[in-house]
């Protein structure tokens, strides 16, 4: 008989994708499964629609909890899943017909323990196919993590739902999600596991649709103080985990790793970009705003992923009225650049549209962060006010760990590699753009 598969699936607050979801995976033409539901907690319907699943396919299970968010209920399903092999699903995502089959097909045959394949990502009506590995063979634990080194950021290793575990291997070494953080508690669980399997395959045969949208499941907010607690432990963990599987051959790989912690704590080294439509006419940067950036030690690329930093991770604090990511990216440029040639030198540098900028900027005005002063030849100047002040300081000081966590167990030469080839990097985005105009 075909194994079991337990197919686990979080859901909170997913009505009008929910269906979508639970009728692909009934509808998989594998049927030897348990599909868990974890209610974590929806109050939108989401519940009631699961309970009806329930009583038309024996077998479905729900189980409804108190709310506590996505590694927890995921948790939950593996203490109750029975199968043979785990595999994951989003609830706003959903699966092709064959997906269970393709994955336990290709466990069987090649008698490895974890299996990873291609997924489609669906962009409104877009979709495109997303993979890494073309192997066709069985490939070590060695072999395996010498892909994933390679582009470790990638969704195609980090999430769970294109592969196919061992349940087995999972409760032999009690492997869980880890519930106290929220970002890349999935990669941390994959690379555990990958610890302890043995043998991987790799499937081209897309077996997911993967659904980007806002305020999904797995897009949970956290304080700007546990994102990076929560950075810093994956950085750690990552390292030890190919200290671990190359053990004396680690110094050949040291530098990729390295690689990784840099820019992932720095959310990637990614230059600013003209807007899009940006016409000829349109004006430079003034020589006085380069000359103090490039002064301060080239903040051009720094500034740009500050606003990024911000925007991902910097959540609204406790009082009445919080700034929005934006205002705290402008305040934090202007503690370090008071004049402007306009609004629009403004927008280019954090890469907003003009009127975002103009939005922001009366806002911050409006609330006492900052004083705007123009003079008879149109130039801006910014004074930072107290409240602005605190603001700007504590982006600052976030920023400032982040940085020491890049260089962290760096050598000083090291460092002075880093430097010089993001300064190359600055120069050569900045020719090419500058030769294009």
Known sequence: MAPLVSIIVPVYNIKKYLRRCADSLIGQDYENLEILFIDDGSTDGSESILDEYQRQDPRVRVIHQENAGVSASRNRGLDLARGEYIQFADSDDWLPVDATRQLVSAAQEQSCDLVIADFYRVAGSRMSQKGDIDEDEVMTRMEFAAHMIENPA??????????????????????????????????????????????????????????????????????????????????????????????????????????????????????????????????????????????????????????????EHLCPGEEEDPLTPEENALLLLFERVRRYEGQREI???????????????????????????????????????????????????????????????????????????????RGSVRGELTRKE
């Open 154 to 311: 990638d969704f195609y290793y980090g999430v769970l739902w294109n592969k196919l575990f061992r349940r087995s291997i999972i409760e032999r070494y009690h492997l869980r999600m880890d519930d106290e953080i929220s970002w890349c508690e999935d990669f941390l669980f994959n690379l555990e596991y990958i610890r302890y399997a043995e043998s991987f395959y790799a499937i081209q045969t897309p077996v997911y649709y993967y659904f980007k949208r806002k305020n999904s499941l797995v897009s949970q907010g956290a304080s700007l103080s546990n994102t990076i607690r929560m950075k810093i432990t994956v950085f750690d963990y990552y390292s030890a985990f190919y200290r671990d599987v190359y053990e004396d051959s680690y110094e050949d790989v040291k530098g990729k790793v390295r690689y990784f912690l840099l820019s992932a704590a720095r959310d990637g080294f990614v230059m600013p970009t003209l807007p899009v439509g940006r016409k000829k006419t349109d004006p430079e940067l003034s020589e006085q705003t380069q000359k103090v950036l490039h002064e301060k030690g080239g903040l051009w690329a720094d500034l740009y992923d500050s606003r990024r930093l911000l925007e």
């Open 347 to 425: 927008a280019e540098i954090l890469g907003l549209t003009v009127s975002r900028t103009a939005r922001a900027l009366g806002r911050l005005k409006r609330g006492d962060y900052i004083e705007i002063r123009t003079d008879t030849d149109g130039v801006i100047l910014v004074e930072l006010l107290e409240k602005g002040q605190v603001y700007a300081e504590q982006a600052g000081g976030a920023l400032k760990i982040f940085r020491a966590v890049c260089f962290r167990d760096l050598s000083d030469e090291d460092v002075k590699t880093f430097s010089a080839l993001t300064d190359r990097m």
